[in-house]
């Protein structure tokens, strides 16, 4: 059975550094981007990393420089270290994978971790 296996999120004084993971078990990536999206209160889901299966990955400009992802293939899964810290990077941290399947890929979402981030 697929399972998407997440990392705790946790709470960080600003200037902090958090690491999140999203592991998938009982199957393997597809050659279609993963992806890391925030949710801050009242707003809607904010894409903040692009991981395609080979090649550079792309940031929003509000985490440029401070958030770094990376997907191991071999592994089934995605990390993403977050770094300098700042109370508005306070939000539900919700990863998006793409699973092999004989037809068609499938999209997988986490169920979010929240991280808070004081001041």
């Known amino acids: 059975q697929v399972r998407l296996v997440e990392s705790e999120g946790g709470s960080v004084p600003a200037g902090g550094s958090l690491t999140l993971s999203c592991v998938l078990n009982g199957g393997t990536f597809s050659s279609e981007p993963a992806e890391w999206y925030r949710q801050l209160p009242g707003r809607q889901r904010d894409l903040i990393a692009n991981l395609p299966a080979t090649g550079a990955t792309t940031y929003a400009d509000s985490v440029k420089g401070r958030f770094s992802a990376s997907r191991d293939n071999a592994k089934s899964a995605v990390y993403l270290q977050l770094d300098k810290l700042k109370p508005e990077d306070t939000a539900v941290y919700i990863c998006?994978?793409?699973?092999?399947?004989?037809?068609?890929?499938?999209?997988?979402w986490g169920q979010g971790r929240q991280v808070t981030v004081s001041s």
């Open positions: 998006k994978v793409s699973i092999a399947n004989p037809y068609r890929p499938v999209i997988y």
